[in-house]
């Protein structure tokens, strides 16, 4: 079955108003039963407001994947959600199984399985590899302070703006891997300069 002809959430999908996080949460539960046997593990699908040039994160903590999507984002593209989570779903199912990350072949195969192909080329958007350098978030979960690493760091860590001064263990960073993250610019380079600001 194609998604288009899956019958959509148009009573939380209306133009301004967003799904709220537990109908995503339910959206979630109906997607993985449709397309994935149930295979996707659990999952927290929560909007992270703090998104300006991502339309979705999909990332990989201690406990569990998350996946964030950009309220702003969705505010303006509604009908785009639910491809957009089931986009990232895939993501997870292909890193839950195989450790797998990036547009591969497995996660090719899936995408056409669940009748994705050319709406993906159609929305675009998809940029994740060249930013692959800094594959990890170290997250304050207390003030959802943020830092990118290239690699693990060696010893904890502590929010460096709950506790400006010293290590403290009372706002321990979280460490989660970067599975996804999708661009809502056009362009990488789009995205990138919009992040700049205006030129001049
Ligand atoms: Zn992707
Ligand atoms: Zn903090």
Redesign the pocket.
């Known amino acids: 079955m194609s998604p288009l002809d899956v019958p959509r959430t148009k009573s939380c999908v209306t133009p301004n108003a967003l799904p709220s996080e537990a109908d995503l949460q339910l959206l979630f539960a109906r997607l993985n039963y449709e397309f994935f046997n149930g295979e996707v593990p659990g999952c927290k699908v929560r909007y992270n407001a703090r998104f300006s040039n991502c339309a979705g994160r999909t990332t990989y903590g201690r406990e569990s994947m998350q996946i964030e999507l950009s309220p702003k984002h969705f505010r303006r593209y509604p009908e785009a959600l639910t491809e957009t989570l089931l ?2 779903m ?2 997870v199912w292909c890193y839950a199984k195989f450790r797998e990350t ?2 591969g072949v497995r ?1 090719k195969r899936k995408l056409r399985e669940c009748g994705l192909t050319s709406i993906y080329h159609d929305l675009g958007n ?1 940029s ?1 590899s060249r930013e692959s350098t800094k594959r990890f978030i170290l997250r304050c979960e207390r003030c959802t302070f943020e830092a990118l690493r290239r690699s693990l760091p060696r010893t904890a860590a502590s929010c460096p703006r709950c506790n400006k001064r010293r290590f403290d263990e009372r706002y321990p960073l979280t460490i989660y891997e970067i599975v ?1 993250l ?1 661009e809502a610019g056009t362009t990488l380079d789009g995205a990138r300069a919009a992040r700049k600001g205006p030129a001049g």
């Open positions: 986009h990232e895939i993501h990036g547009h996660f998809v994740p996804e999708r």
